[in-house]
């Protein structure tokens, strides 16, 4: 059984800077889209970057454009999220996701890690 496991979250203040990790248990990477969610108290868990398996596009919703980057390195099975100017809305539990290229569904999920942004 593939596992992920985040690593990078913690305390920021606004305006900060933090680069969270995924890694898989075993090589399993290059053809799954692997993406990273968010879900703050009382809220729903949210896509906040994707990047694919084939071509590396990614995708931001309008909330984090242009302040988080999702990059991945397929021969070590790791992907990242670099976060900048955090907000304080930005504070969530974040989890690494990764769906098979050939489904829709997020079958792999990290446990997630927390990100907390005071101001």
């Known amino acids: 059984q593939v596992r992920l496991v985040e690593s990078g979250g913690g305390l920021v203040q606004v305006g900060g800077s933090l680069r969270l990790t995924c890694a898989a248990s075993r090589g399993m990477f290059s053809t799954w889209d692997m993406g990273w969610f968010r879900q703050a108290p009382g809220k729903e868990r949210e896509l906040v970057a994707r990047i694919a398996w084939s071509t590396d596009g990614t995708y931001y919703p309008d909330s984090v454009k242009g302040r988080f980057t999702i990059s991945r390195d397929n021969s070590a099975s790791t992907v990242s999220l670099q976060m900048n100017n955090l907000k304080v809305e930005d504070t969530a539990v974040y989890y690494c996701?990764?769906?098979?290229?050939?489904?829709?569904?997020?079958?792999?999920w990290g446990q997630g890690t927390q990100v907390t942004v005071s101001s």
């Open positions: 996701a990764a769906r098979h290229f050939s489904t829709v569904d997020w079958s792999l």
